[in-house]
């Protein structure tokens, strides 16, 4: 009887070993050790021994099947094994075919700047006041301290509307100072604000285009001098163009409602091909400020001996191709996507404080 | 405004260099723009003296000369027609770069023969238009004198950017004032006593109203008989040539030179061709001046004339009239020195469209003080340059006083300007600008001078001494905020829109920035009324105020397919105009796509963008702003500019939020688009406002730990059942039950009854406390199928 078992499996187990695919490694199972698999009719012989040599049969089939199960589990993990493998080779892909297109919007640099500006001026308590584009002349000049007939006036190019407000023209304004008058006269000091916003002057060439964006700034309280005026616009400067290295210069200037007025350079080297901020000897002049004038303070109800500040305009388009290397204007207000996917940014780049303003 | 070095220095007695100067003038507030120096252009050229010059032997029109120069006797190839022995020239040697061209001259065989160096002809050298010869100078300069000096080239140019508040320095004298305060040299002082005259000129008479007075306050008229008006000398022509005038004849000359000398604009009549008396007084209606640029003017009783009895023959403060202007053959002479209203002459100027020099002064207003001394001055250098006999000065009027007093409270410098300075300082700075000063030590009775009417208050004291004092000596002081951490600055709508300019950009759209103005063509389709038109549009594409933004996205849209951008998505967020008054504005947010919805691609996913990408977004930016979007309704239709049958509009009960669709067809061909455009807009002031919220904390999460059901159902509707109408029976079904449900297909068409269509969703039920069996689905089932076909005929499919 053992020498049956010796026999059989060496059988089986090259059965095992020959079987081709799981499909048949199963078929084989059933054929081995089923109910009435080979193995199983076998084991019925065991009871016709004579009894003193049952024991050793019994064992002796039992460590059969061990063998048998064991050589079909490693026969299956080998046929799967292959089988996966010959699967995967079938499922190979050219992995150089491109991948689905996907492409996320772009922010508009005047959008990102306005933030970057808001972000570094928040730091500073600023808030961020807003104004009507369509003005009458009370808010663009007369509260502005611009004298009628003024040749100031005449400087700023202004795009008049047919409408009329109480027989006065109204005006599309020239400049974001509109939201100071506005804020002051709505709002009790002290003021501490910025306000971006769209401009317009009836200009129209290389370098200049009819609509353009500024920001005005305001802080009017009991105590800001010239001192802060500068010291806050240093700040700006350096927070804005991300060096710490950046030079400024003072001149004094002329505006109609701040009074001392100033000019504010900055240090830069001039190529043909661009500017460099806070490089070089030349200097570049990026915005305009001053003391609010007497005039404006009266013009909205302060009391200039007790109220003081100072309020600062700069041109956010132009402040945006410094930072960023735009070489011209007009392609800001032309919506080529193409071009707005070169310069704008992606919209997760929220400029903080924290974080850092770009990337 | 622009001077020169050398004509600076008849005012300053002064060592400093140009460069020095324009870094002074600026820190001062008079911005230099540029530093010309043609003498540094001409440092290389000199005197060269041509000792023969004989015909080359290869060319009939060049000839070859022995030129003596500062480096040695040369060779020069020269094809001037008036290149000869004996001739004083401009010798250019190898290397030096010829200013009218910007070339470096190298060495030349021209025809064969060696050329070392050139003689220069005057075009070359960029001093005058003679281009028939070279330079033959007079005289016999010794050879190597520098051609700056043999030519009386004028030193350095300065070009100043004046500021409308610094009147007083459209005259050289002005700048060198400011110069002096800022400790750069002495000023030197002008002669200005009365030149004696005989006999009395024409009659002056100013016509004017006491209240209209002031248009024209002050009128000298000063007859000067028996002049000769050739050209002006040698040195005044050059140094009006370096300011960029044009010499035209002594008499003119002289009022231009003193005009930027002074800053005191006259004007100069030939006696002759006046007729009778001078009036100056408001033009008539129907008068015109044919003026001294050739063009004729209609005059009307705003603008003040000075006028003869035969009519205008000048326009006061702008221009004078060519009737009644100098010439060669003019031998009396009638000066005129007034002074005229500068806001009626801006007005005046600005009618005709009149730019003078004149005007320029006029309207930014004149130094009272100047108009006799300028007079004098003037009529001293006719006499000397044109001869004659001078009369008495005939005044009409009288000066007008001077700029008021002003105190000035000295703590007003710390408390605007943010700098103390002592005493002697206070006053050294303000006595050396020429303000007069009384008291003090804390108070002070400032009296400014004559010239600077631009000095009102006591802030414009402030920024006289922070300004000597020098802008960059204040110490800055940075401004810092109240609080150590901010509490955020912007306010919920600011902070909305940002939130939701970026999650629209998230969407795949790109931001585009477009004017606030379109074309009333492109307006129309847009438009309920009339536009807000522009008076005075730059173009008739830019002409009306845009009422929507779709119009400007729409035009873009067509210009980047035109770019080959056949697919793209643009978005704006800005103001719409409702009307023409302040505050007729609406901030909308649109955003547009065209073409299909992404490059041609292998894996099969592009397909034409359609009006459930516009819904989509719609959505998305609904709920980026803090819309609820489950309790929005759907209506079908929208503004007139979409596919009527394929645009929505969502809505909060009566609030209309946001519209969506496809973009009319009409619209499309209008603007030049080709293939589907799509479009979403809302108007984030119709939005609801975002409300303060007390605390941050959210409600708990419903985990309802018993598992979720699923159930299909598919329906047969008739065409007209929405799929809002269906979704929204089957929703209210069951209550309790229901947690969801979508519509997941659509059929129509082969297999469907006429008229039928399918409708299939999918239910999601789920209960709180248990899980659900057959026995408690059933139920809820049964109560779809009857919502469904008791509200909208539906029928359950098989």
């Known amino acids: 009887m053992l020498a049956t078992i010796d026999r059989v499996e060496g059988e089986m187990m090259a059965e095992i070993g020959s079987t081709p695919d799981l499909a048949r490694l199963d078929e084989l199972r059933v054929a081995l050790l089923g109910k009435k698999g080979r193995v199983t009719d076998l084991v019925k012989g065991v009871s016709s021994l004579p009894p003193a040599e049952r024991p050793a049969a019994g064992q002796a089939f039992n460590e059969l099947k061990r063998s048998l199960e064991a050589a079909l589990l490693e026969r299956r993990t080998a046929l799967a094994e292959a089988a996966l493998e010959a699967r995967l080779l079938a499922e190979r892909i050219d992995v150089t075919l491109p991948a689905r297109p996907r ?203 007790e109220w003081q500040g100072f309020a600062f305009g700069m041109g956010i388009d132009r402040i945006a191709m410094l930072k960023y290397g735009m070489p011209d204007l007009r392609p800001f207000f032309d919506a080529d996507l193409a071009w707005l996917h070169h310069y704008g940014f992606v919209p997760l780049d929220l400029p903080t404080t924290f974080s850092g303003l770009s990337r | 405004m622009k001077f020169t070095l050398p004509w600076l220095k008849e005012h300053l007695e002064t060592d400093a260099s140009a460069a020095h100067i324009a870094l002074t003038l600026t820190s001062l507030g008079l911005e230099v723009e540029a530093v010309h120096d043609r003498t540094s252009e001409l440092s290389g050229f000199s005197v060269a003296f041509v000792r023969e010059a004989v015909q080359h032997p290869n060319a009939d029109r060049l000839r070859l000369c022995t030129v003596e120069t500062k480096h040695g006797v040369m060779q020069v190839v020269c094809g001037a027609p008036n290149a000869r022995a004996g001739l004083h020239g401009i010798f250019a040697p190898e290397g030096s770069v010829i200013p009218a061209t910007g070339k470096v001259l190298g060495r030349s065989a021209i025809r064969g023969i060696e050329s070392h160096g050139m003689l220069c002809s005057a075009r070359e050298l960029g001093i005058g238009d003679d281009h028939d010869g070279i330079i033959d100078l007079d005289g016999a300069p010794a050879v190597g004198t520098p051609a700056s000096e043999a030519l009386g080239i004028e030193g350095p140019v300065f070009e100043v950017s004046l500021t409308p508040d610094r009147a007083d320095c459209f005259g050289i004298n002005g700048i060198a004032r400011e110069l002096a305060a800022a400790g750069l040299g002495q000023l030197r002082r002008r002669d200005f006593t009365p030149v004696p005259g005989q006999g009395r000129g024409p009659a002056i008479r100013l016509d004017f109203s006491a209240a209209d007075a002031h248009a024209c306050p002050l009128f000298i008229g000063r007859l000067i008989r028996g002049v000769r008006n050739g050209p002006s000398p040698a040195w005044m022509q050059r140094r009006l040539q370096a300011i960029g005038l044009r010499p035209i004849s002594a008499l003119v000359d002289i009022t231009n030179y003193v005009m930027f000398d002074l800053n005191r604009p006259l004007h100069v009549f030939d006696a002759a061709r006046l007729e009778g008396d001078v009036t100056v007084r408001f033009a008539r209606a129907g008068e015109t001046l044919l003026a001294l640029d050739g063009r004729e003017y209609a005059l009307d009783d705003g ?62 207003g004149l130094d009272p003080e100047m108009a006799v001394a300028g007079m004098e001055h003037a009529t001293r250098l006719i006499l000397e340059l044109c001869g004659g006999e001078a009369a008495e000065p005939v005044i009409a009027g009288a000066v007008p006083p001077g700029p008021a007093a002003i105190a000035f409270p000295v703590r007003e410098l710390a408390r605007l300007g943010g700098i103390q300075l002592e005493r002697g300082e206070i006053e050294g700075h303000l006595r050396v600008l020429g303000f007069g000063l009384d008291g003090g030590p804390e108070l002070y009775t400032v009296q400014p001078p004559s010239w600077r009417h631009d000095v009102t208050s006591s802030a414009c004291i402030v920024e006289e001494l922070c300004r000597l004092h020098g802008y960059d000596k204040i110490p800055p002081v940075p401004v810092t905020r109240n609080e150590a951490v901010s509490a955020g600055v912007l306010t919920p709508e600011q902070r909305r829109r940002g939130h939701l300019r970026r999650t629209v950009a998230v969407l795949g759209y790109t931001e585009a920035v477009t004017w606030s103005f379109t074309g009333e063509n492109e307006a129309r389709p847009f438009l309920e009324g009339e536009p807000v038109r522009l008076a005075n549009p730059i173009s008739s594409e830019l002409s009306v105020m845009r009422p929507s933004l779709l119009p400007n996205l729409l035009l873009a849209a067509a210009r980047n397919q035109d770019r080959k951008r056949e697919d793209g998505a643009l978005f704006e967020l800005g103001a719409r105009f409702t009307g023409g008054q302040p505050g007729e504005q609406v901030t909308a947010l649109v955003g547009l796509r065209w073409g299909a919805t992404g490059p041609r691609d292998w894996t099969g996913t592009r397909r034409p963008v359609d009006l459930f990408d516009a819904k989509a977004d719609a959505l998305a930016a609904l709920a980026a702003a803090g819309v609820k979007t489950e309790a929005l309704q759907v209506t079908a239709g929208g503004p007139a500019w979409y596919h009527p049958g394929r645009s929505g509009t969502l809505g909060l009960g009566p609030n209309r939020l946001a519209t969506f669709g496809e973009l009319h067809p009409r619209v499309l061909e209008a603007f030049d688009l080709d293939g589907r455009a799509v479009a979403f807009e809302l108007d984030l002031d119709a939005l609801p406002r975002v409300r303060a919220r007390p605390g941050r904390t959210r409600p708990p999460l419903e985990a309802w730990p018993y598992p979720p059901v699923d159930r299909d159902f598919a329906f047969l509707v008739d065409d007209g059942v929405s799929a809002d109408q269906l979704l929204r029976a089957v929703r209210q079904a069951d209550k309790k039950l229901i947690r969801e449900v979508s519509l997941f297909d659509v059929y129509a068409g082969k297999g469907m009854p006429e008229g039928k269509k399918s409708l299939a969703v999918a239910v999601r039920l789920q209960s709180p406390d248990k899980t659900l069996t057959e026995a408690d689905i059933e139920p809820v089932a049964r109560k779809i199928v009857a919502a469904a076909e008791k509200q909208l005929g539906a029928e359950l499919r098989g």
């Open chain 2, 303 to 364: 603008m003040t004339v000075i006028a003869d009895e035969a009519g205008p023959q000048g326009l006061g403060g702008v221009m004078g009239g060519e009737v009644s202007g100098v010439t060669g053959a003019t031998t009396d002479v009638l000066l005129e020195v007034a002074l005229f209203d500068p806001i009626r002459t801006a007005l005046t100027g600005r009618k005709l469209d009149l730019v003078s020099d004149a005007r320029t002064r006029f309207e930014r």
């Open chain 1, 103 to 305: 492409d996320g919007g772009r922010i508009h640099p005047v959008s990102q700047v306005t933030d970057e500006l808001t972000a570094i001026f928040a730091d500073m308590g600023f808030m961020v006041a807003e104004g009507p584009d369509i003005e009458n002349d009370f808010h663009n000049f007369t509260a502005l301290n611009f004298p009628p007939s003024h040749p100031a006036r005449e400087m700023h190019d202004t795009f008049f509307l047919e409408a009329r407000q109480d027989g006065e023209p109204l005006l599309l304004r020239t400049h974001t100072s509109t939201i100071q008058v506005r804020h002051m006269m709505a709002n009790k000091p002290p003021y501490r604000i910025i306000a971006p916003g769209r401009t317009y002057r009836c200009d129209s060439d290389a370098t200049h285009t009819p609509m353009f964006h500024q920001v005005e700034g305001l802080v009017i309280d009991r105590r800001t001098h010239m001192g802060h005026l500068k010291g806050c616009l240093i700040d700006f400067v350096r927070a804005y163009f991300e060096r710490d290295d950046i030079t400024a210069r003072f001149r004094p200037s002329f505006f109609p409602f701040t009074e001392p007025s100033a000019e504010m350079d900055i240090g830069c080297r001039r190529t043909k091909e661009e500017i460099v901020v806070g490089e070089g000897t030349d200097w570049l002049e990026i915005l305009g400020c001053g003391m609010v004038h007497p005039n404006v303070l009266r013009a909205v109800g302060l009391d200039p001996a």
